[in-house]
């Protein structure tokens, strides 16, 4: 009787997932369709990969989204680790204000903040375009990135840091060899919230890029209008590269904790 | 350690400059008409008159709103029982259900609606319906996620406890279980909500251009009609209409506390 009972769970959850994959699963078949048919596979055909590679708007904009992911990230990480650390020591006041303008971005409609900084970057008269692109992708990956340090640097012991500085360190070493090493965890998270953040943005860049820089999703957006199922060849290989990269990082931990639980059965 | 207070100057200088001024924008375009040099600012309220004088613009954010909450509403009913029978699994499952429902969403949401454009290219639903697909697709796992880790943190002796005191397991549900999640529910609701009112990619591409939402209005006045001021100006009135949804949710949620 128990085992009937948890059937109907079971399938709930695996009609679930077949819903979450089942436009992913279409995309990986379809890249590999031999006709430019959307909806009727013909064939098998590497015919879209080989598109693909040849269409220099697509792989521009793979550059674009990896490049201006890649250096948001970094720029991003270091000025939100310096300002969540200036933050944990500022009063009360300080902490607010920054707080609920951080707040702004993140419980607005992205819409909201994109139009906001088109009109901003127009009233400075720069020109929609890289720059642009990746001063808003910075812009709107800080707050993210002092979200996820604040709570490590609550949980710190100002004794350790004092005592550094008791054994002869200028704060600044103290900083670097007692502080960062413990929000480290924060630091790593925050990044990645960043470049997931960057790598995925649509309806910032949307609106703060010029002609001629795309990067992914504004690249699907605008192709959308005629049939192209390079994209599908496009997809499947993001799909893949993403699979790929979360499974090792699920799947590293779990083989480290049963070999350390082994070792720690033999010994 | 008191010298670090300094290493917030910079980066408050930063949000002033790029997120205060930019909102203030929105908010300087909204009221004021095209064409206003540095020397003659003209204020005026002609925007909002043009918003709310003309039926289509009302319509569209009824429908966006409608939309919304639909939407929300569906994704609660899918999520709940999701995260509840998610929590019930062995720990191990646990952890797999969790990483399967984030994976997906790990994908460019712009390419998973594309995809489900394909897939309902031929499928004779009406725009809306597929509207309501690929929002219903984007937003759940929101709700999931947000529901779960308010069940999992659920402490399994109140349940026990209930069971001692004669409750069924229905009353058990509906008396411990329900009320400790609905904070999950709430975080959940502003999660799919709040990007549910504003999206306008997923109209666009699944609905093909003739189901239009407030975002799309936006859109089309700052991209295609360049009108900046009217566009300004339906995004302060998207802004306001979530604040208040948003400040009844919450609402909603105080008072299911002080009970």
């Known amino acids: ?55 220099s708007t697509m792989m521009e904009s793979i550059y674009y989204t990896v490049v201006i992911a890649i250096i948001a990230t970094v720029v991003s990480t270091i000025v939100g680790t310096i300002t969540a650390i200036g933050l944990s020591k500022s009063r009360r006041a300080m902490k607010e204000t920054i707080t609920q303008i951080n707040n702004l971005p993140m419980l ?18 720069m020109r929609l375009g890289f720059m642009t692109l990746l001063l808003a992708h910075i812009i709107f990956c800080i707050p993210y990135v002092i979200l996820s340090i604040m709570p490590k640097l609550r949980q710190l012991d100002d ?12 704060p600044f070493k103290a900083l670097y060899k007692v502080i960062i090493p413990q929000i480290k965890p924060g630091i790593i998270s925050g990044a990645l919230i960043a470049f997931t953040m960057s790598f995925d943005d649509f309806v910032i860049s949307y609106f703060v890029t010029g002609p001629g820089i795309n990067n992914i999703s504004t690249m699907v957006y605008t192709s959308v209008k005629r049939i192209n199922p390079s994209v599908n060849a496009l997809s499947t290989i993001i799909v893949l590269a993403i699979t790929i990269i979360l499974v090792i990082v699920n799947i590293v931990p779990m083989i480290k904790e049963r070999k350390k639980k082994k070792n720690e059965e033999l010994a | 350690m008191k010298s670090f207070r300094r290493l917030v100057y910079p980066y408050l200088l ?9 909102m203030l924008m929105i908010v300087f375009y909204a009221f004021t008409t095209e064409g206003n040099s540095v020397m003659t600012i003209n204020f005026t309220l002609d925007n909002f008159f043009r918003f709310f004088s003309d039926s289509i613009f009302i319509n569209v954010l009824i429908r966006s709103l409608k939309l919304a909450i639909i939407t ?12 509840y029978f998610m929590a019930k699994l062995k720990p191990n499952s646990q952890g797999l259900m969790v990483l399967l429902i984030t994976l997906p969403m790990w994908i460019n949401m712009l390419v998973r609606t594309y995809a489900w454009r394909g897939l309902l290219l031929e499928s004779g639903l009406s725009p809306e319906i597929k509207v309501y697909i690929g929002m219903i697709y984007n937003f759940l796992p929101f709700m999931i996620l947000q529901i779960y880790t308010s069940l999992s943190k659920l402490d399994q002796s109140l349940i026990t406890a209930a069971h001692d005191l004669g409750c069924d397991n229905k009353m ?82 105080y008072s299911k506390e002080d009970r």
């Open chain 1, 159 to 170: 004794n350790l840091f004092e005592a550094a500085l008791d054994l002869g360190c200028t």
């Open chain 2, 14 to 22: 930063w949000a002033i400059v790029f997120i205060v001024l930019p």
């Open chain 1, 108 to 125: 607005n409609p992205e819409i909201v903040t994109a139009i906001g900084l088109m009109l901003f970057f127009t009233a400075l008269n």
């Open chain 1, 1 to 55: 009787m128990k085992r009937l009972k948890g059937l109907p769970s079971k399938l709930w959850l695996i009609l679930l997932l077949a819903f979450m994959y089942l436009p992913i699963i279409y995309v990986v078949i379809f890249s590999f369709n031999d006709s430019r048919s959307l909806t009727h596979f013909t064939g098998f055909s590497l015919e879209w990969y080989e598109k693909m590679l040849d269409n």
């Open chain 2, 172 to 253: 058990a549900f509906l008396k411990v279980t329900l009320p400790l999640s609905i904070p999950g529910i709430i975080s959940g609701i502003t999660l799919v909500f709040l990007p549910a009112v504003s999206s306008f990619f997923i109209p666009k591409l699944l609905g093909g251009g003739s189901y239009v939402l407030v975002g799309n209005l936006v859109e089309n006045y700052f991209v295609t009609t360049g009108d900046w001021n009217f566009g300004s100006a339906i995004s302060l009135i998207m802004t306001i209409v979530i604040l208040i949804s948003m400040y009844f949710t919450r609402k909603f949620d």
């Open chain 2, 72 to 83: 929300t509403i569906i994704c609660i009913f899918i999520g709940y029982p999701s995260a």
